[in-house]
């Protein structure tokens, strides 16, 4: 019997795309449990970096929440400060002739003063701690303060009424409600509690301006910071452009601003975002290397097996395929595993003084960036596969 030319002619069709990604996966996975002490490792890797990363960069934003939390809260479109102001601190006192330009430039509703001076309050013991006194004016109580526990800003129209921290209740003797209290020899009454005002400086506490300028010896005229409020439906950048214009010695500053330049500073003009930066690149590259050594070596323990993928046809895409497919598991899983386990220590040390800060983007970002870091990682893997002979198999 005569065989004709199109039954005897080879199959030269490959398998579509789809399929062989569906193959190829699948060969992946199941390669990869089963090892379960690689797999165990090389998620470890994932975690660890998923961990540390998380940690750091949410410690960092809990610093920097610290540093701006005022300007961050303050129900304030606009800051005058002192020239060269780059954090939350006072410099060259601002006076009322600057104060009242404010008040007359054209798009600006309001305008009010702000005290803020360091403050020391005597214990019954007879020492005594720091407080940052922020004086605000009644009746409108621009700058503070926010996250009342206890008492509202009214409360501080008693007479010599101030507002204290929760979290520094016992350092400050045991206070109370109706506590007494001597601040820089003045007598004062606590009237109310926030939560969580706990700068790098003292704790805020605040008192009507009145009482606040007798307190720290401040003059009516003198100044440490002005707030704006801009008219509705103006844009705070065309009048802080026109403040800056009319207040040449001063800096002006639309919120948004000077939180910018408040993290700008951070990073820039302090080791903080030198030294979390670090950290957080510490832990991706040993997140990348363990997951780069781990595929590495199981490459090299199935080397007969990938020889014979090779050799029955599978081409180094399709390989690259099957290593793709780990690394992406490999980040998916230990992702998750990883933000998992941050959350919970986060949730675990809530605490006014320093709680990491987990923004939901940075899931997101976590789980894209290891993606991208464990791809990176198998391409040494792929390297060492590229050079492989299948013949190696039948020897």
């Given at each position: 019997m005569t065989v004709t030319g199109s039954?005897?002619?080879?199959?030269?069709?490959?398998?579509?795309?789809?399929a062989r990604v569906r193959t190829m996966a699948g060969i992946g996975v199941q390669m990869m449990f089963h090892d379960s002490l690689k797999l165990a490792g090389t998620l470890f890797g994932v975690v660890f970096a998923v961990l540390l990363g998380n940690f750091q960069m949410g410690t960092f934003l809990a610093l920097l929440g610290k540093n701006r939390m005022f300007v961050e809260n303050a129900q304030v479109d606009i800051w005058v400060t002192p020239p060269g102001t780059r954090q939350f601190q006072g410099g060259k006192p601002l006076n009322d002739a600057q104060l009242n330009r404010a008040r007359a430039t054209p798009g600006v509703a309001w305008a009010e003063p702000l005290v803020l001076q360091t403050a020391n309050l005597v214990l019954p013991n007879g020492g005594s701690e720091p407080v940052s006194l922020v004086g605000a004016r009644?009746?409108?109580?621009?700058?503070g303060p926010w996250n009342l526990l206890k008492g509202d800003a009214t409360s501080l129209l008693a007479p010599n009424a101030i507002i204290v921290e929760d979290a520094e209740r016992e350092k400050f003797g045991g206070l109370n409600l109706g506590s007494v209290r001597e601040l820089a020899g003045h007598k004062v009454q606590v009237v109310g509690f926030t939560w969580g005002l706990l700068p790098f400086a003292p704790a805020y506490a605040f008192a009507e301006q009145t009482l606040a300028r007798e307190i720290l010896k401040v003059p009516a005229d003198k100044h440490t910071f002005i707030m704006v409020g801009v008219e509705p439906g103006v844009d705070p950048t065309v009048v802080r452009a026109r403040l800056q214009e009319a207040l040449t010695d001063t800096r002006v500053m639309t919120r948004g601003e000077y939180m910018k330049e408040i993290l700008t500073y951070i990073v820039t003009g302090t080791q903080i975002g030198l030294s979390f930066g670090t950290?957080?690149?510490?832990?991706?590259?040993?997140?990348l290397i363990t997951v780069a050594l781990s595929m590495f070596s199981s490459v090299i323990d199935n080397m007969r097996q990938f020889g014979t993928l090779k050799a029955i046809g599978s081409t180094t895409l399709d390989l690259a395929l099957l290593l793709f497919t780990q690394?992406?598991?490999y980040a998916l899983v230990g992702s998750l595993i990883g933000l998992g386990a941050v959350s919970g220590m986060v949730q675990g040390m809530r605490n006014p003084q320093l709680t990491p800060v987990l923004y939901p983007e940075m899931f997101g970002l976590t789980v894209a960036l290891m993606v991208v870091v464990c791809l990176l990682a198998s391409l040494l893997a792929l390297f060492r596969l590229y050079r492989l002979e299948p013949a190696m198999v039948f020897r």
């Open positions: 039954l005897a002619a080879p199959i030269r069709t490959r398998a579509s795309l789809f009644a009746p409108r109580f621009a700058g950290s957080t690149f510490m832990g991706l590259l040993v997140g690394a992406i598991v």
